[in-house]
């Protein structure tokens, strides 16, 4: 079974936990944060999230400026399984599968890869690449 975040099993401290590098405690937390108003201490304020889905542009859908990201989440609610976390130099990998449940109830599953850039110990920059579960069983 992969970790939840927002599960205090996964985020609690511990031997194992001291050696997690600043740069992925920064990744994780960006991803417990269920509260959308959170996520603003953990972006620069030029954050650029870049978005490489089924149907978008050739240069992917960029969306510029911490307000921006942030606003780009909308209502719905997200779970984010997190499966793997991988960190070269100031960028940190992260692999999952992310839940969303829309306000008129309808459902749906990616499968996602996240690529973060940081600098000056915020998140300069994601790129995400997703794909669609189909059947999700």
Known sequence: M?????RRD???DGPIR???SPNKKLVESYFATLDKSKLGPL?????????WVDGVPALGAITRGKAAVIGN???DELRVDLARL???????????????????????HVRFC???EMEHGKIQRKSSFGAL???PA
């Open 2 to 6: 992969l970790p939840r975040f927002g």
């Open 10 to 12: 996964y985020l609690t």
């Open 18 to 20: 001291a050696l997690v």
């Open 43 to 51: 972006l620069a304020d030029d954050v650029e999230w870049v978005e």
């Open 73 to 75: 989440y909308g209502d």
């Open 86 to 108: 991988t960190e070269e130099g100031n960028v940190v990998v992260a692999e999952g599968t992310a839940h969303v449940t829309k306000k008129d109830g309808r459902a749906f």
């Open 114 to 116: 996240d690529i973060f």
């Open 133 to 135: 579960i189909k059947d």
